[in-house]
């Protein structure tokens, strides 16, 4: 990250925090011993923002004005492991009050996150085991949350409330945040692992999306403002969170019809929420689909017929032609987003669909951009029909049935395979 990046979102955090201490810095920022001399520097000497106490604390002394970039997550945190001791991040800062008006309108997609029967939790663990257990769920959810660019509004207790489409809107929105809650469920499935030797309590969450209109600025008063979204929506995101069985994803009709093609679910049925003067269609998610693309989607309904790329479908089908004659080829189709290299790829598919032969298809995606493998991955979860909902011996048993097919020596490769 651009050092002056780093240096305006510590200006932020310091502004609204009043005192920040070095290790904090160290944690949020990954910032190493030299990275934060140079920061105390301009901090204190060059700008005059802050002072130093008893070399561990920074205290801010800028002007009430000032408003700096707002703070954004340091992919160095966010790449840590998830563990029980890990710090709780803070919740996503919101963006500074001179760049956006006092409110906005807004349509969001809300997470309503809760975990089950925390009052017998409570009454079983310690208060500092408690206290470490809650931090280490909340970690575990805030980290899948920022992989998908959520925005978590509040820590409510046991409980989050997490918007997707503020501050930064997506088109995909709805998506990241079925894809967030479905990683949050395998997240627990993980820290449960965890937390079983040490603290012998298995927890379990339920999650309730909703998408809507909504308006969203600062709310309280004093020094204790926070950026919430006012409506129905959060209301409603509550209320589906409260339907859901334990550890399983519950969302709006609202919300399905916009991750529809993407994402297999079980319908609920029509239910009363408290509060509100019409029924509504409920569903549960149960994992996503093979669909990769909107693209994918739309071949279901059928395509329109495709305009303007005669040379370029012509240049496909003759590369196919010599690959048929024993000639391979490597094709690279680039081009800003949208230009239809992915339709031009979709007519080579149908193109060659009669003919006997095996494809192989990965694609890389917005929501992994930290794993380097993530498109191989992905591709090996599609081949071998793995589930979230599987066991390790169930993806073991896929793994290890495919590799006999092959004829491959399953000491050999199924550790290199299952290590991915």
Same mark, same amino acid.
């Given at each position: 990250m651009d050092f002056y990046a780093v240096l305006d979102q510590v200006v932020d955090l310091l502004r609204r925090r009043g005192r920040v201490t070095y290790g904090a810095l160290r944690l949020q920022f990954g910032l190493t011993d030299e990275q934060l001399a140079v920061l105390k520097e301009e901090l204190i000497d060059a700008h005059q923002l802050a002072r130093d106490e008893e070399g561990r604390i920074l205290v801010w002394m800028g002007e009430a004005d000032v408003t700096p970039s707002p703070l954004q997550p340091s992919a160095q945190y966010a790449s840590q492991p998830v563990t029980p001791e890990v710090s709780l991040p803070q919740a996503s800062a919101p963006p500074a009050a001179s760049s956006t008006p006092d409110a906005e309108r807004r349509q969001l997609t809300v997470l309503f996150c809760d975990l089950v029967d925390s009052t017998p939790l409570a009454r079983q663990l310690d208060p500092e085991d408690l206290r470490e257990v809650i931090r280490a769920y909340q970690a575990a959810c805030a980290e899948v949350i920022e992989c998908f660019d959520g925005y978590i509004a509040q820590y409510l207790g046991d409980g989050l409330l997490v918007y997707f489409g503020y501050p930064q809107a997506h088109e995909d929105d709805a998506q990241r945040a079925v894809r967030a809650g479905l990683g949050m469920l395998e997240a627990?499935?993980?820290?449960?692992?965890?937390?079983? #030797?040490? $603290?012998?309590? &298995?927890?379990?969450?339920?999650? =309730?999306?909703? @998408?809507? %209109?909504? !308006?969203?600025?600062?709310? /309280?008063?004093?020094?204790?403002?926070?950026?919430?979204?006012?409506?129905?929506?959060?209301?409603?995101?509550?209320?589906?969170?409260?339907?859901?069985?334990?550890?399983?994803?519950?969302?709006?009709?609202?919300?399905?019809?916009?991750?529809?093609?993407?994402?297999?679910?079980?319908?609920?049925?029509?239910?009363?929420?408290?509060?509100?003067?019409? #029924?509504? $269609?409920?569903? &549960?998610?149960?994992?996503?689909? =093979?669909?990769? @693309?909107? %693209?994918? !989607?739309?071949?279901?309904? /059928?395509?329109?017929?495709?305009?303007?790329?005669?040379?370029?479908?012509?240049?496909?089908?003759?590369?196919?032609?010599?690959?048929?004659?024993?000639?391979?080829?490597?094709?690279?189709?680039?081009?800003?987003?949208?230009?239809?290299?992915?339709?031009?790829?979709?007519?080579?598919?149908?193109?060659?669909?009669?003919?006997?032969?095996?494809?192989?298809?990965?694609?890389?995606?917005?929501?992994?951009?930290?794993?380097?493998?993530?498109p191989l991955i992905e591709f090996f979860h599609r081949a071998l029909d793995w589930h979230g909902d599987d066991t390790a011996d169930a993806k073991l048993g896929k793994l290890e049935h495919a590799l006999r097919q092959y004829r491959l020596p399953l000491d050999e490769t199924v550790p290199l395979l299952a290590a991915v």
């Open positions: 627990m499935g993980t820290l449960n692992v965890s937390l079983e #030797p040490h $603290h012998r309590v &298995r927890l379990a969450v339920r999650l =309730g999306i909703h @998408t809507g %209109l909504v !308006v969203v600025g600062a709310m /309280g008063g004093g020094a204790r403002q926070e950026q919430l979204a006012l409506g129905d929506t959060p209301n409603i995101a509550a209320r589906l969170q409260g339907l859901a069985a334990p550890d399983t994803v519950v969302i709006s009709e609202a919300t399905a019809r916009l991750i529809e093609g993407f994402f297999m679910w079980q319908a609920l049925g029509v239910q009363d929420l408290k509060g509100l003067a019409r #029924p509504l $269609h409920v569903y &549960r998610v149960l994992h996503a689909h =093979g669909t990769q @693309t909107r %693209l994918d !989607v739309a071949a279901t309904r /059928g395509l329109t017929p495709l305009v303007g790329r005669d040379a370029e479908v012509t240049l496909l089908q003759e590369r196919w032609a010599q690959v048929t004659e024993g000639r391979g080829q490597v094709i690279v189709l680039s081009g800003e987003a949208g230009i239809g290299k992915s339709r031009l790829v979709q007519v080579l598919k149908e193109h060659v669909a009669d003919t006997p032969h095996s494809r192989w298809e990965c694609r890389g995606s917005p929501y992994y951009q930290h794993t380097a493998l993530y």
